[in-house]
């Protein structure tokens, strides 16, 4: 593993989180409050981009199912929901909905895959 510059602090301001592709690894990393959190931009569910999600403190919510993670350690913080739209669930089959349901239940949610981070003067490292 070595060091890989990500970015500039300046471009990952408080609160947000920006994903860049580096050795065709996706990773995300995101500010809070000041300090840096890296991880892999897949959630450990179903391989939804993590960065198409919602950040609020140290919490990351996976933007396809609801499944909740701590990006200070990579913890799972609750399990999918799943919950469809309703302008998505009244064209979809009730039956074909419940399948999704039970199905999506089965797949084992793991905890993130975080790596290191270090900044020095104003650029972002992460290991990989």
Same mark, same amino acid.
């Given at each position: ?85 309703? $302008? ?12 999704? $349901? ?13 790596? $290191? ?12």
């Amino acid at each position: 593993m070595s060091w890989v510059e990500i970015d500039k602090v300046a471009n990952v301001p408080k609160g947000k989180m920006k994903m860049v592709k580096k050795k065709d690894i996706p990773i995300t990393v995101a500010n809070v409050d000041g300090k840096f959190y890296a991880f892999y931009d897949r959630c450990p569910h179903m391989n939804a981009a993590l960065h198409n999600g919602v950040l609020k403190g140290k919490v990351v919510t996976c933007p396809l199912h609801n499944a909740t993670f701590d990006v200070t350690t990579g913890k799972k913080l609750s399990e999918p929901v799943f919950k469809f739209p309703p $302008e998505i669930a009244e064209k979809v089959p009730k039956e074909f909905l419940k399948m999704l $349901e039970e199905e999506g239940r089965k797949i084992e949610t793991r905890y993130l895959i975080t790596t $290191e981070v270090k900044v020095e003067k104003d650029k972002i490292f992460v290991k990989i």
